[in-house]
């Protein structure tokens, strides 16, 4: 089974602000499970969610196709 966070946890592990969190979750960017009042998360969500903002880094050949296209 996998592991369910607080908010509190969730920013920890992601060493991101709780407010950042709140945030996700507000604008529904992450996703979310309500438990009563409370909200939980699950830590693969977590996990998810900071693999989909991952941006690859550029090669050296990229960088000179790119530098053509602006002159």
């Given at each position: 089974m996998d592991e369910v966070l607080t908010v509190e946890e969730a920013a920890a592990r992601m060493r991101m602000s709780v407010r950042y969190v709140r945030r996700l979750v507000a604008?529904?960017?992450?996703?979310?499970?309500?438990?009563?009042?409370s909200v939980r998360l699950k830590a693969s969500?977590?996990?998810?969610?900071?693999?989909?903002?991952?941006?690859?880094?550029?090669?050296?050949?990229?960088?000179?196709?790119?530098?053509?296209?602006?002159?």
């Amino acid at each position: 089974m996998d592991e369910v966070l607080t908010v509190e946890e969730a920013a920890a592990r992601m060493r991101m602000s709780v407010r950042y969190v709140r945030r996700l979750v507000a604008q529904r960017r992450i996703a979310f499970h309500k438990v009563g009042r409370s909200v939980r998360l699950k830590a693969s969500d977590v996990d998810a969610h900071v693999d989909a903002g991952r941006v690859e880094a550029l090669t050296v050949s990229e960088v000179w196709t790119g530098m053509r296209s602006v002159a």
